[in-house]
């Protein structure tokens, strides 16, 4: 791997909060993070997720250890607020929108810190709105608008600045089951559109099952590590270990993924359901 396929660098980061009583908040984290990659971070309350993530951001400063975001070592950066400004976009679980601004003001935030004329501003931000699916709510107050548009503004907030990483606390906390699949899905298209890294922190295994790879945090520590299949994969397996599936795929000069998936984005698609239901039949 080269320097520029990693987004994401720790060595033995740790961070020690308090001065009586210390908590080893992170203790010793060793993480690789891809450029690309879909990754998100699960474990249990006060294992560490969210300093991870503070870390991770500069948001907060590790008490030893090092931290290489985008090729540069965060501790060297000499105008931090600039460098987070232009590399990392932040989603939190309380969306944090500002209740006064419409939506489209609230998208302009982070582009304030830049050196970018209000028309471009205005342009961008109705731009990535568009990308979410919120062309015609741009006017729209915090307030008048449903949760998981709420949650659609802070993602598109988060991509205004074309960040190579975004760093995600809990975004899907405060969702019902449908707006919480809407957001994973709207990360996960951007991810694949954009190649924009996601770091996802999440309570949530329906959310886990969605990334690229689960990291499980304990006492500050990465306690294991899964790389996830997805449906994909594993229905190529079921058919491939049948003599019925084996023929359908020998038969094809190319696998299409439409073509063979049994599922597409979690859902049985058309094409699957006779695909089962004739290997049931043998
Ligand atoms: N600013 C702080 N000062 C002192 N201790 C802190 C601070 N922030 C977090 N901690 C402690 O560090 C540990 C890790 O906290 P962190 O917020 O990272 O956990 P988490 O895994 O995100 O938990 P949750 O799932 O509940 O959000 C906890 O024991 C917490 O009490
Ligand atoms: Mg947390």
Redesign the pocket.
Known sequence: MTGNEIIVETRDLT?I??DGEE????DGVNLTVKRGEFLSVM????????????VLGAL?RPTHGQVLVDGQELTTVKDLDRFRNETIGFIFQLHNLIPTMTALENVEVPLHEQKVSGKERRRRSREVLELVGLGDRLTHLPNQLSGGQRQRVAVARSLVNQPSLVLA??PTGELDTVSSKETVDLMHDMNRRLGTTFII?T?DPAVARRTDRVLI?GD?RIVREDIVTDPYTEDLRMLKASPLGTAILEGRDELSLDGVALFKDGQLTETGRLLRELLEQV
């Open positions: 961070k909060y308090g908590i080893r908040a992170l474990g249990p309350s006060g294992s560490g997720k969210s300093t991870l993530l503070y907060a606390d809990e922190v309570h945090m500050g």
